[in-house]
């Protein structure tokens, strides 16, 4: 068994061989530390991990994990829990306590499992530990490198159209959809296991744990969560950790906190999970207030521009770490908080939430035109503009693109036509939903058919300011000068 657990690590695994879902894409960023001129340096190689797999019987498995300390936890991880997921262990007969059932002991096998993997470094480590040479010193280093790291991990399954999300650790999974009244919710599921939750400081003081110590303290053993995969040393060694020296029993733990069922049917909108160091950036950069609506908000936008879910996913994980620099540079109260930012991983699971409409791009004969459209929430005091490419097409086309249209069932993409002035009502429209923040209940409106009916000319009123639009489309069309109060060029 433990040969086939590190085989897992080291070699190809039939995993590698499983379909990925196509209605998911997923965006990440390496760590990085700013110097003083604003540059960033990355400090490790990457250590998060994620999946996106499309099993048997309508079966879908997403996860993201954070690793620290190395990638082999995480990565580990990411492929055992995937084998004892979707190796047949699920159908569509299962009922949901089977499914909470087999989602709790897959994370069991993976944590026994690495342990088990790693007992003969750890064996070796202890012995030599008690026979301490130069020669020993060196060896010994290579198998704390060998053995030290963990990982948390977000993992959500939807089966039957029902979803399931299972929390280990600091990521996060929000639910974003539209209710029935037209009202859009932002549904964080679950909270993180950190040093701030109060049922977790609650669980560690029944073992005997100074609750108050460690939420002052904010981290035990440089991480702040309390629930972990590996980590040898708050699982084994904890009696020698001040803070968890009291604890009666393993007080660290890799049991799952299991949330849902939640039906899917008829639901429009978005599922993302996050890792916590994509949490942590947006947050030391605007506040923590309002970081969920303004991801939200973020990919939002980007689905009503992108064509991709991948770039989707890489664009808003981009405008995360611009943000996080900006600030930095920027000197201003928060920059003290945004020194440095660790790997960042986005994953987005379309739920019948259509792409953006296919763009002409510029070899097609259009000219790209920018525009900035602002959004922010109601209660927030930070703006972020979203820059989108609007494109007119040369004379005489009249063509654009394809239109992608994602739902539970898998889909292949559906070329269409439409004229300019509809391209033009299509991109206005899905910004304007998109922009706007989600408390206002039009995050997931309806498009196309609530949008404004161009006039007699072609033309339908702004919403935005188009002046930079204008002057570059006046420059390309010899008038030298950009439209003053109106709705264009005359």
């Not at 069991?108 to 790693?118: R, T």
């Not at 506040?287 to 303004?294: I, K, L, V």
């Not at 910004?431 to 033309?459: C, H, I, K, M, V």
Request: proline share 4%.
């Amino acid at each position: 068994m433990a040969a086939h657990r590190r085989n897992l690590m080291q070699n190809q695994s039939w995993t590698d061989d499983l379909p990925l879902c196509q209605m998911c894409g997923v965006g990440t960023a390496p760590n990085s530390v700013y110097g003083p001129d604003g540059k960033g340096t990355q400090s490790h190689p990457n250590e998060d991990g994620h999946f996106r797999f499309r099993g048997e019987d309508g079966c879908f498995l997403y996860g993201v994990f954070n690793g620290y300390e190395g990638s082999r936890v995480a990565s580990f991880a990411a492929q055992c829990l995937t084998a004892e997921v979707l190796l047949g262990q699920l159908n569509s007969s299962h009922t949901e306590n089977d499914v909470r059932r087999i989602l709790t002991q897959a994370f069991d096998v993976v944590e026994k499992s690495y342990f088990e993997m790693i007992g003969g470094a750890l064996a070796e480590k202890t012995h030599l530990s008690n026979y301490v040479t130069p020669h020993n010193e060196e060896r010994l280093k290579e198998l704390e490198q060998e053995v030290s790291g963990g990982a948390t991990a977000v993992v959500a399954l939807i089966l039957n159209n029902k979803l399931y999300i299972a929390n280990l650790g600091t990521n996060r999974a929000l639910l974003c959809k539209s209710s029935i009244d037209g009202q859009n919710q932002v549904l964080q599921i679950g909270r993180p296991h950190g040093t701030d939750n109060e049922d977790e400081l609650q669980r560690l003081a029944a073992l005997g744990v100074d609750s108050a110590r460690v939420r002052q303290a904010g981290q035990i053993a440089g991480q702040t969560s309390t629930r972990r995969f590996g980590d040898y040393r708050v699982k084994f060694n904890y009696g020698e950790i001040e803070l968890l020296s009291a604890a009666k029993s393993k007080p660290i733990i890799a049991e799952p906190e299991i949330h849902g069922s939640q039906s899917l049917d008829n639901v429009t909108g978005f599922l993302l999970l996050m890792s916590e160091g994509l949490i942590n950036a947006l947050e030391s950069a605007h506040g923590p207030e309002q970081a969920n609506q303004e991801i939200v908000a973020m990919v939002a936008a980007e689905l009503a521009l992108q064509t991709s879910l991948e770039a989707v996913a890489q664009s808003v994980v981009e405008r995360v770490k611009r943000l996080h620099h900006d600030v930095y540079a920027s000197g201003r109260q928060r920059a003290s908080f945004c020194s440095r930012h660790e790997d960042m991983t986005l994953l987005i699971r379309l739920l019948n939430y259509p792409l953006a409409d296919g763009v002409l791009t510029p070899t097609q004969g259009g000219r790209i035109y920018p525009v900035s459209v602002p959004y922010s929430n109601s209660q927030s005091t930070s703006k972020t503009s979203v820059t989108l490419s609007l494109v007119m097409p040369s004379q005489g086309t009249l063509t654009n693109g394809t239109n992608t249209a994602s739902t539970l069932e898998e889909e292949t993409p559906t070329p269409g036509s439409q004229s300019p002035t509809a391209t033009l009502q299509s991109t206005n429209t899905q910004t304007q939903s998109s922009s706007s923040s989600s408390g206002d209940g039009s995050l997931f409106r309806q498009r196309g058919s609530q949008a404004a009916q161009p006039d007699e000319t072609g033309r339908v009123p702004p919403y935005v300011d188009f002046s930079q639009f204008y002057r570059l489309w006046g420059t390309d069309h010899g008038d030298g000068h950009s439209t003053q109060g109106g709705l264009g060029p005359q």
